[in-house]
């Protein structure tokens, strides 16, 4: 086979990095303001659960379509198209909330329709990865892809605690609208090569065998199955506590939105700190050991910011949890993207995608539940777990969610240290030969 022409630098890969990072900036500030809103009207975790619950849901029948689509369909028009469907979504919420008609259910609403496109838009970007940037540097495209979340993550939730209350949800959304702009011109600018389809992936095998290809690939791949496996139970129990955090901040600090903000940008920053130091230092050299440990030091140090209950625990376990997150998804998808070839990456990484968004919307719903209904009124004072935890982890509001949250992430770390005893996932890189030294 023919090896793919890719371009002897970034700089494409660069443009269309600056117009994601801008839109996700705006994209992360319109986020933090409904949460804000949403949590001020409700009072719910369940509430807080459902934004992210309703984002999920459709998206997971589109992906395994969306996958055969980004390998089918030209992948600039896609993430236009994407970008497109979000402005047009943020002004709907805008023109709502303007006119003092914008109800819950409204947010939920939009949250389905850009789920939808926003999975299609991911797939598109990471498959076009492998066709923008040379072999040797997918490690540090998918670390600056790191940084896209957690720049954002470092601006948008400290700016949009304190635009809050000044230029109000409606402000927000407009800035959210203008970083749409931006992405949409940056894609305009530039040229995506499409992948050459391969004689074995032109063959007609029909459209019910197209959408499962990813799945039918992965079993015929079973270490780089156990990769994707490992990473869906990691997410499974990440997103139990990152379903409570927003809502056990502003509960343990009386709805202080700055609190809240400036956590959220001690995340970012740990989160942009690790990518600058795996640029520098190139990663692991064995990838499958930077997941697994990222695991494990995210599992440690989510435990303790679950422990504290003030700014001093809060803010350097914070740091330190998303210090982890770069090298963690970083060395899974680049061992992925050197495993994978081009032309089939969408349909994979769709199949990823989909196991990923089963658990978490079971997360969600999971970590909802239990939050409401069980480890919070236990946890008031004279509750049923006041005696066994109360001197730990103190009493009333945000007090059962704490627990939940130690739960989920000693199961980080747990999962992180057994995939260290799987031998088929431990040796993937060397079990699974790069798709560029096959013949096919």
């Not at 090569?193 to 992965?218: A, N, V």
Request: charged letters at 10%; hydrophobic letters at 50%.
């Amino acid at each position: 086979m023919t090896k793919q022409q890719l371009p002897k630098h970034l700089r494409t890969f660069i443009i269309i990095w600056f117009g994601q990072l801008v839109s996700n900036i705006g994209s992360s500030m319109t986020y933090f303001a409904i949460t804000i809103w949403a949590w001020e009207l409700t009072n719910q975790v369940t509430t807080i659960a459902l934004l992210s619950f309703f984002e999920l849901i459709p998206s997971i029948f589109i992906t395994l379509a969306s996958g055969l689509i980004v390998d089918r369909v030209n992948r600039k028009f896609l993430l236009i198209i994407a970008d497109c469907v979000a402005a047009i979504s943020t002004i709907v919420i805008g023109y709502l909330y303007l006119t003092n008609q914008l109800q819950i259910w409204h947010i939920y609403a939009t949250g389905a329709v850009n789920g939808t496109f926003s999975e299609v838009q991911a797939l598109a970007y990471s498959s076009s990865i492998s066709m923008l940037v040379p072999k040797q540097h997918y490690q540090r495209a998918t670390s600056m892809n790191s940084a896209i979340h957690y720049g954002s993550i470092i601006i948008a939730p400290a700016l949009a605690g304190f635009l809050y209350y000044i230029i109000d949800l409606g402000g927000i959304l407009l800035i959210d609208f203008i970083t749409f702009t931006i992405a949409i011109a940056t894609i305009l600018k530039v040229r995506i090569p499409q992948p050459k389809i391969t004689t074995q992936s032109e063959k007609s095998i029909g459209f019910l065998q197209e959408i499962i290809f990813g799945f039918r690939y992965l079993l015929k791949n079973p270490s780089l199955l156990a990769v994707i496996a490992a990473g869906s139970l990691f997410w499974f129990a990440h997103d139990i506590g990152a379903t409570l955090h927003s809502p056990m901040i502003l509960a343990r600090t009386n709805n202080d939105t700055r609190i809240l903000g400036s956590i959220s940008s001690a995340a970012g920053l740990g989160g942009v700190t690790g990518t600058v130091l795996l640029s520098i230092l190139g990663g692991s050299k064995r990838r499958i050991n930077g997941f697994l440990l990222g695991m494990m030091g995210a599992g440690v140090s989510k435990t303790i910011f679950a422990l504290g209950q003030g700014l001093m625990i809060w803010l350097p376990a914070q740091f330190c949890s998303s210090l982890n997150f770069p090298m963690l998804t970083s060395s899974s998808r680049a061992i992925l993207l050197s495993k994978v070839r081009p032309d089939i990456q969408g349909r994979v990484f769709a199949t990823e995608s989909i196991m990923q968004q089963i658990v978490s919307a079971i997360a969600v719903f999971i970590a909802a539940l239990l939050a409401d209904h069980v480890f919070e009124p236990a946890m008031m004072p004279g509750g049923n777990l006041v005696p066994l935890f109360g001197n730990l982890f103190g009493t009333g509001k945000g007090a059962g969610m704490a627990i939940l949250y130690v739960f989920s992430s000693v199961c980080l770390l747990l999962i992180g240290l057994s995939g260290f005893f799987v031998a088929r996932l431990r040796n993937v890189e060397t079990i699974v030969p790069d798709y560029d030294t096959k013949d096919y």
